[in-house]
Structures are given as C-alpha cells and as structure tokens.
C-alpha cells in the first residue's frame, strides 16, 4: 500500500497570506489528523477528522481550520499566517483513529516571511 | 491531563553498543503507548505500539519496548545499535480510549547519536 502523502512538501509565505496543505490518506484509513512540530513546542496535535467530520481540536486558534473530503483526504487551512506559525505539519492516517495506530507522512515544511 | 516525559535529550552510544531510551507517562487510564523514529527531513514511522497484554513489546528495526505501570515508564531498547540508527526518538500516549479521539500526546523527543 502506497503511504501517507503530503502535497506541497515546502512552502514559503508571506506574513498575513493564507495557505493549504493537502494531504492523501493510506488507502482504506478513514481517519486523518494533524500535528504542529516546531523546535521550541515539539509535536502538537491539531485536529482529527474520521468521515468528514472534525472529532477533536487541539489548543490553537480559530485561523487554523481544515476539512475532510468523501474520499478521507483531508486539508488543512491556516488563514491571516504568523512568523511563529512556521512549522513542518505533519498528516497522520489511521484506519479509525481511536486506539489505532497513526501513520505518519514525510509532512510540509512551511515558512513565514 | 496526559502527559509525556523524555528526560534524555540528546543520547551518545558507540556503534554496536545497547541503547535505553526512557519515557515516563502520565495518564488516566490505561495508556496506549508508541514510540515513533523521525529521521531528518523526514516524518514520523512507527517503531512499537503497547495497548494491552504482554508488557514487552517487539518492533521493527530490532527495537523493543517494556511497559511497567507501577513506575509509568515505556522505556525503548536495543540491543546493539547501528549507525542507522542516528535520528530523533519519540514516545507518545493516547489518544484517549474512552470515545472521541483525542491526539497523540508527544514527549519532546531524544536525540540519539551513534558514535563510530
């Protein structure tokens, strides 16, 4: 089976610009979640989608938000971007999240100018 | 709240040499326990998970895993570690069991260092 994939791999912004990472499940896995890996906060989990809905949020702002689409790929969004919101953001499927094991992908790395 | 604690930071152990990672956790319940390895550039693989059962736990790579309850401990080992290993270790808890999916909860990583 084919991994997880994270499109784009890098990205850079400019402060105040908005950006979208995609991200393709492995196939089967309904569950997809997000996670915020920086030097100073190491990983944060962001938020989980299982079946187009959004399950649970981590502890971050309104200006990140994402979706889920029919076929279990997920977005995530980050609108009005920050210097402190560079990060490598990292998708993770799993088959039912829950108690099952995540999968993590090679993830985005973003900068903010 | 959960919680997960590496206290080793950065770790140096001679080629060929046994390893001992340490992770202490702090939970609820029951924990569900992973350790995941991030090489540079690179995403999170999976190494060993503990859910329930046999508190010594195989993974890949020739890593295993003990879980002690009493001492909220999830320590990883290697028996004989290969300049491969070289990369960023990371143990995790959760996500919560009890309904909703909460996410994986993340210590803040050991740097492992193989000297030569």
């Known amino acids: 089976k084919a991994g997880v994939t994270q499109t784009p791999r890098y990205l850079i912004k400019t402060r105040g610009q908005q950006v979208t990472l995609s991200c393709s499940p492995i196939?089967?896995?309904?569950?997809v979640s997000w996670y915020q890996q920086t030097p100073g906060q190491g990983l944060q989990f962001l938020f989980e989608?299982?079946?187009?809905?959004?399950?649970n949020k981590g502890n971050f702002p309104g200006r990140f938000s994402g979706r889920q689409f029919s076929n279990s790929r997920s977005e995530m969004n980050v609108s009005t971007l920050e210097l402190g919101d560079s990060a490598l953001y990292l998708c993770a499927s799993s088959i039912a999240g829950g108690a099952y094991e995540q999968y993590f992908g090679p993830g985005t790395r973003l900068t903010v100018t | 709240a959960q919680s997960v604690t590496q206290p080793d930071i950065h770790i140096t152990v001679s080629e060929g040499a046994s390893l001992e990672l340490r992770c202490n956790y702090s939970y609820g319940a029951t924990p569900y326990l992973f350790w995941y390895v991030q090489s540079p550039g690179q995403g999170l693989q999976l190494l060993l998970k503990y859910f329930s059962g046999d508190t010594l736990v195989q993974g890949i790579k020739g890593f295993e895993a003990e879980f002690k309850r009493s001492q909220s401990s999830f320590n990883l080992r290697k028996p004989s570690v290969h300049w491969s290993d070289a990369a960023e270790y990371f143990c995790?808890?959760?996500?919560?069991?009890?309904?909703?999916?909460?996410?994986?909860?993340f210590g803040k990583g050991t740097h492992l260092i193989i000297q030569p």
């Open positions: 995790a808890v959760g996500p919560y069991s009890g309904g909703g999916a909460d996410g994986l909860t």
């Open positions: 989608y299982f079946s187009e809905t959004q399950r």
């Open positions: 196939s089967g896995h309904r569950s």
